[in-house]
Each structure stands twice: as structure tokens, then as C-alpha cells.
């Protein structure tokens, strides 16, 4: 018995060496399988993460994106709005006194009806889309600029999605593009108010008939310096003015946060319309007396000033006789800031609209 049963167990032995030699292999190569697969599952995430851990290069194709987007928006909402425009910097121009008088009257221009109906009755509709192809020329090249530079600062910064977003950050990025944005532009703008701000009736008056026209001019009677007119307070506009993209992205992340707890919808005309309202009202309000400031130092009537009227050549000088001729709430603070708000809300929420339209289109 003992033999057949150590038979039997050689046997047995025989026939798993042989007979079940191809079932043995399949369930070994099966189980090998398994193996590997269980060795290597648990390191995909592990290399993911590590990918993630990794700073992410720049994306230039988004940057690009974003900055192409800016600039046809920037062109479409500078066309829409530039006669308010015109009629925006002729009323901050003024200053109470007849040597800033339009059209050889005796009373500055009370408002946006009177000041259109003047200068349609005495210069006719083109004096209000004077300047108005430099105008659209300059906001691409501006906003191409800003909108390049700010992108490309924010994503030198956040490098991956798990970077959560700051306010400072991106206010930051706003001031240094915005900063570096009206060095290079600040010509282009000078030239541009000079030909809002020419009247056809006035006399000894050079009328830019172009750019390059007005360029020429400025450096025959004023010199190089004389294009960066106005760059002062321009670089301070930067501080507030700066902080209307950042804080429109700020209030438009929120409302998304907020919405990606029950859907993925994308903004509504609405929700851009109330983001921009709020973020551009309040850069608007308090740009607005640095504004006043840079027009009447950029005026073309500062060379040679009318009736012995002391010029507008710096920011002090400006405080100085604003205040002394109109007083501060009147002459600066006040000083075209109805129809500034006219114009530049609706501009703003245009380009803001043209401009996600745009990026989504890509």
C-alpha cells in the first residue's frame, strides 16, 4: 500500500510535470500578471503628483490668447463710444476762463448735450471723431502691452492649479504691465488729446492733421521731452486704474466658485455687466482729478497761452490754479466726472464683454 501510494504520489508528481504542464503555465503567467499589475498601480499617482510638484512653464499660447482678445476688444469699444470721448477731455480741458473757451463763446459747456451740440454746430460730426484711427491704433498697442505682460506675470506665479489666486499678486502684475504700458504709449495719447482738444475756429492754432503730423510739430516747437507731456500723472493713474482688472477677476472668480458647488455655466451678460460696473466705477471716481490733470498739462494752448493765462506745465501748477480759479471740488474733482462716467462705464463693459466673447471663441 505504501508503494502504491508513494506510486500514485509519483505519479501525481508525473503528470503536473506533464499532462497539466500548459494549465500550469497559464495560471503561473496569470498570476505574474497580477502581480505586476498590483507593483505598478499604485505608482501612477505617485508619478502624476510628481509631474504636478513640478512648476509649470508659461503658457505662451494662453497669454496670447488673452492679449489678442484685449486688443479687438479694446478697438471695437474705442469706435463705439469715441465722440463721448471727444467731448469727455474738452470738458476737462476748460477751467472757467475765456482762454479755454470753445467756438469763441463766453461760457464753458454746462454738459454732454451742450458740449455736443456745440462742437456739431461749429466744427460739424468729424470734429468728434477726431483723432479717432490713432485712437483705436493706440488702444491695441496699450492694451496688447498691458494685457501681455499682466498674463505672463501671473502665470510666472501661478504655476499649476493648485495655486490658489491673490488679489496682491494680481494687482501687482496690473501696476507693473500698467507702468510699463504708459511709458511707451504716452506719445500716442498726447498727440490724441491735441486733436480731441483742437477747435476748428480757433486762430494761430497748428491743427494735427495725423500722428505723425502732430508728432513732427511737438519736436519742432517743444522738443523730445515734450511727447512724455503728462506722464507723471498718467503713471499715477496706474494706482487706481490698475486695480479694474484684478478686482473684475476677483468679483468674477467668486461668483464662479460660488456657482461650481451646483453647475460649470459661464458668466451671463448680466453677472459681466454687474462685475464691471463695480470694479470700473470705482476705479473711475477716483482716477478722475488725475485725469483732469494729465489733459490740461497735455493741451496744446499751455505753448503759447492765450491772454497772458499762466500754463498747465506740471502737476503742482495744475493744483495750484485749478483750485484757485474753480476751487477743488469744482475744478478737479467734479470736472467732467458725469460725463467720464457716461463714457467710460459703457466702454468698459463693452470691451469686458467683447473681450470674454473673444476668448472664448478660441
Not at 496690473?174 to 504708459?182: G, N, R, Y
Not at 466702454?347 to 470691451?351: E, F, I, K, L, M
Given at each position: 500500500?505504501?508503494?502504491l501510494?508513494?506510486g500514485?504520489?509519483?505519479?501525481?508528481?508525473?503528470h503536473?510535470?506533464?499532462t497539466?504542464?500548459p494549465i500550469?503555465?497559464?495560471v503561473?503567467?496569470?498570476?505574474s500578471?497580477?502581480?505586476?499589475?498590483?507593483?505598478t498601480?499604485?505608482?501612477?499617482?505617485a508619478?502624476a503628483?510628481t509631474?504636478t510638484e513640478?512648476p509649470a512653464?508659461?503658457?505662451?499660447s494662453?497669454?496670447?490668447?488673452?492679449t489678442?482678445?484685449?486688443?479687438?476688444?479694446?478697438?471695437?469699444?474705442?469706435?463705439?463710444f469715441?465722440?463721448?470721448?471727444s467731448?469727455?477731455?474738452?470738458?476737462?480741458?476748460?477751467d472757467?476762463?475765456?482762454?479755454?473757451?470753445?467756438h469763441?463763446?463766453?461760457n464753458?459747456?454746462?454738459?454732454i448735450?451742450?458740449?455736443?451740440r456745440?462742437?456739431?454746430a461749429?466744427?460739424?460730426?468729424?470734429?468728434?471723431?477726431?483723432?479717432?484711427?490713432?485712437?483705436?491704433?493706440g488702444?491695441v498697442y496699450s492694451?496688447?502691452?498691458?494685457?501681455?505682460l499682466?498674463?505672463?506675470?501671473?502665470?510666472?506665479?501661478?504655476?499649476?492649479?493648485?495655486v490658489?489666486?491673490?488679489?496682491?499678486v494680481?494687482?501687482c502684475a496690473?501696476?507693473?504691465?500698467?507702468?510699463?504700458?504708459?511709458s511707451v504709449?504716452?506719445?500716442?495719447w498726447?498727440?490724441k488729446?491735441r486733436?480731441?482738444?483742437q477747435?476748428?475756429?480757433?486762430?494761430?492754432v497748428t491743427y494735427?492733421?495725423?500722428?505723425?503730423?502732430?508728432?513732427r510739430?511737438?519736436?519742432?516747437?517743444?522738443g523730445?521731452?515734450a511727447?512724455?507731456?503728462g506722464?507723471?500723472?498718467?503713471m499715477?493713474?496706474?494706482?487706481?486704474?490698475?486695480?479694474?482688472?484684478p478686482?473684475?477677476e476677483?468679483?468674477?472668480?467668486?461668483?464662479l466658485?460660488?456657482?461650481?458647488?451646483t453647475?460649470d455655466?459661464q458668466?451671463?451678460?448680466?453677472?459681466?455687466?454687474f462685475?464691471?460696473?463695480?470694479?470700473?466705477?470705482?476705479a473711475a471716481v477716483?482716477?478722475n482729478?488725475?485725469l483732469?490733470i494729465?489733459?490740461?498739462i497735455?493741451?496744446?494752448?499751455?505753448?503759447?497761452?492765450?491772454?497772458g493765462q499762466?500754463?498747465?506745465?506740471?502737476?503742482?501748477s495744475?493744483?495750484?490754479?485749478a483750485i484757485?480759479?474753480?476751487?477743488l471740488?469744482?475744478?478737479?474733482i467734479?470736472r467732467g466726472?458725469t460725463?467720464?462716467l457716461?463714457?467710460?462705464?459703457p466702454?468698459?463693459?463693452?470691451?469686458i464683454?467683447?473681450?470674454?466673447?473673444f476668448?472664448?471663441?478660441?
Open positions: 500500500m505504501w508503494r501510494t508513494t500514485l504520489v509519483l505519479s501525481s508528481d508525473h503536473q510535470n506533464t497539466f504542464s500550469s503555465t497559464s503561473s503567467k496569470y498570476i500578471h497580477m502581480d505586476q499589475t498590483k507593483n498601480t499604485p505608482t501612477a499617482p508619478q503628483e509631474k513640478q512653464k508659461p503658457s505662451t494662453t497669454t496670447s490668447k488673452h489678442i482678445s484685449a486688443q479687438l476688444a479694446a478697438a471695437g469699444s474705442t469706435i463705439m469715441y465722440p463721448l470721448d467731448i469727455k477731455f474738452r470738458i476737462m480741458s476748460q472757467g476762463t475765456k482762454a479755454r473757451v470753445y469763441k463763446g463766453t464753458d459747456f454746462t454738459g448735450i451742450s458740449a455736443m456745440g462742437t456739431y461749429n466744427e460739424g460730426v468729424r470734429a468728434l471723431y477726431r483723432g479717432v484711427c490713432l485712437s483705436i491704433g488702444a492694451w496688447g502691452v498691458y494685457m501681455f499682466y498674463k505672463y506675470l501671473m502665470s510666472l506665479y501661478y504655476t499649476d492649479d493648485t490658489a489666486r491673490s488679489v496682491k494680481d494687482y496690473s501696476v507693473t504691465a500698467s507702468l510699463t504700458c504708459a504709449s504716452n506719445p500716442i498726447l498727440i488729446t486733436m480731441q482738444l477747435d476748428r475756429s480757433a486762430v494761430g494735427y492733421r495725423h500722428f505723425f503730423h502732430g508728432v510739430d511737438v519736436l519742432r516747437n517743444e523730445v521731452r511727447l512724455w507731456k506722464l507723471g500723472p498718467q499715477m493713474l496706474c494706482v487706481p486704474n490698475a486695480a479694474y482688472l478686482l473684475y476677483a468679483i468674477k472668480h467668486s461668483i466658485r460660488e456657482r461650481a458647488k453647475d455655466r458668466l451671463t451678460l448680466s453677472e459681466i455687466l462685475c464691471t460696473l463695480i470694479a470700473k466705477s470705482a477716483v482716477s482729478p488725475l483732469v494729465k489733459t490740461k497735455q493741451d496744446h494752448r499751455n505753448v503759447q497761452p492765450n491772454g499762466t500754463p498747465y506745465t506740471s502737476v503742482r495744475v493744483f495750484r490754479t484757485a480759479r474753480e476751487g471740488w469744482k475744478g478737479l467734479l466726472l460725463t467720464s457716461v463714457q467710460t462705464i466702454r468698459s463693459t463693452a470691451h464683454l467683447l473681450y470674454e466673447l476668448l472664448r471663441s478660441f
